[in-house]
């Protein structure tokens, strides 16, 4: 049981990373579609980065600054041009998919699997206690807690939440509701960048497509936990749950491969049908 309960927790770090990032986008009033493919991106930016410099923590750093310039540059053409954010935010998971697979075989010469150990030519191990598998749930949960307080006890959090309920009201008071956006696709890349690091630095390795949906499970989660960044935690871990029972259900042979991984796919669907959305709203009202 106990053993169970740890896998569960460690499956939930990247995702509740993912959804506290779509969250606040989703405050901000922008889908953020752009999640899952920013997730495989950044994870890939990671392990190029740790490779080179034999440090988790750069390697981090350097992924968290990439994402995060390109979502605020992508933020920016959509606000200046006044561009769907949804065909943006699409755009960005064509280019991901694009870009680590040409960057994959340009600098490594494929577009299977990147270990870690051996494009850095380094044998020990790259594993830190910051990016452990006992301290990234801890980390997510705290980030979840302090995301909470600042939404709601900060002037800043509620701009945010402002920004996409009645931006006009911000234009009226003389603060810029772009700006608010545009900040709120910049946390949503810092999320997506400590996702694809909890993912990568855990497996030591890059996997194409790594996100494996998470980044639209964390979507359907945001509304489980009706837009509140605590209750996104048993909701994440509704999630976390289904997919270490997929895991378990594949070493018995008894089901269908296909109709196992479905599994995740079909919760997160059942969830944005019968979210009760008017009630997370109403909840999250400034």
């Given at each position: 049981?106990?053993?169970?309960?740890?896998?569960?927790?460690t499956?939930?770090?990247?995702?509740?990373?993912?959804?506290?990032?779509a969250?606040?986008?989703?405050?901000?009033?922008?889908?953020?579609?752009?999640?899952?493919?920013?997730?495989?991106?950044?994870?890939?930016?990671?392990i190029?980065?740790t490779?080179?410099?034999?440090?988790?923590?750069?390697?981090?750093?350097?992924?968290?600054?990439?994402?995060?310039?390109?979502?605020?540059a992508?933020?920016v053409?959509?606000?200046?041009?006044?561009?769907?954010?949804?065909?943006?935010?699409?755009?960005i998971?064509?280019?991901?998919?694009?870009?680590?697979?040409?960057?994959?075989?340009?600098?490594?010469?494929?577009?299977?699997?990147?270990?870690l150990?051996?494009i850095?030519?380094?044998?020990?191990?790259?594993?830190?206690?910051?990016?452990?598998?006992?301290a990234?749930?801890?980390?997510?949960?705290?980030?979840?807690?302090?995301?909470f307080?600042?939404?709601?006890?900060?002037?800043?959090?509620l701009n945010?939440?402002?920004?996409?309920?009645?931006?006009?009201v911000?234009?009226?008071?003389?603060?810029?509701?772009?700006?608010c956006?545009?900040?709120?696709?910049?946390?949503?890349?810092?999320?997506?960048?400590?996702?694809g690091?909890?993912?990568?630095?855990?497996?030591?390795a890059?996997?194409?497509?790594?996100?494996s949906?998470?980044?639209?499970?964390?979507?359907?989660?945001v509304?489980?936990?009706y837009?509140n960044?605590?209750?996104?935690?048993p909701?994440?871990?509704?999630?976390?749950?289904?997919?270490?029972?997929?895991?378990?259900?594949?070493?018995?042979g008894?089901?269908?491969?296909?109709l196992i991984?479905g599994l995740?796919?079909?919760?997160?669907?059942?969830?944005?049908i019968?979210?009760?959305?008017?009630?997370?709203?109403?909840?999250?009202?400034?």
């Amino acid at each position: 049981m106990n053993e169970a309960f740890f896998s569960i927790l460690t499956i939930s770090a990247p995702l509740l990373f993912a959804t506290l990032g779509a969250l606040c986008s989703e405050y901000a009033g922008v889908l953020a579609v752009f999640m899952d493919g920013t997730i495989t991106l950044a994870g890939f930016l990671c392990i190029m980065a740790t490779a080179v410099t034999g440090s988790p923590l750069l390697g981090f750093l350097f992924s968290a600054g990439c994402t995060v310039l390109l979502l605020f540059a992508v933020s920016v053409f959509t606000e200046k041009t006044r561009a769907n954010p949804f065909i943006t935010g699409l755009s960005i998971n064509l280019f991901a998919a694009g870009i680590t697979s040409w960057l994959s075989v340009m600098l490594y010469g494929t577009r299977g699997v990147i270990s870690l150990t051996e494009i850095s030519g380094r044998s020990a191990s790259f594993v830190t206690p910051f990016f452990s598998s006992s301290a990234m749930p801890a980390a997510a949960l705290a980030a979840a807690v302090l995301l909470f307080f600042i939404v709601r006890y900060t002037s800043f959090g509620l701009n945010l939440r402002i920004s996409g309920a009645a931006p006009d009201v911000l234009t009226i008071r003389g603060i810029s509701p772009s700006r608010c956006r545009t900040a709120s696709w910049c946390i949503a890349g810092f999320f997506a960048a400590c996702a694809g690091a909890a993912l990568t630095l855990r497996l030591g390795a890059f996997v194409p497509n790594i996100s494996s949906g998470r980044g639209w499970t964390a979507l359907a989660a945001v509304y489980l936990g009706y837009r509140n960044p605590l209750l996104c935690i048993p909701a994440v871990l509704i999630f976390a749950s289904a997919e270490y029972i997929t895991t378990v259900l594949q070493g018995t042979g008894n089901i269908p491969a296909t109709l196992i991984l479905g599994l995740p796919y079909a919760l997160a669907l059942l969830v944005f049908i019968l979210a009760p959305a008017e009630k997370a709203e109403k909840q999250e009202r400034p």
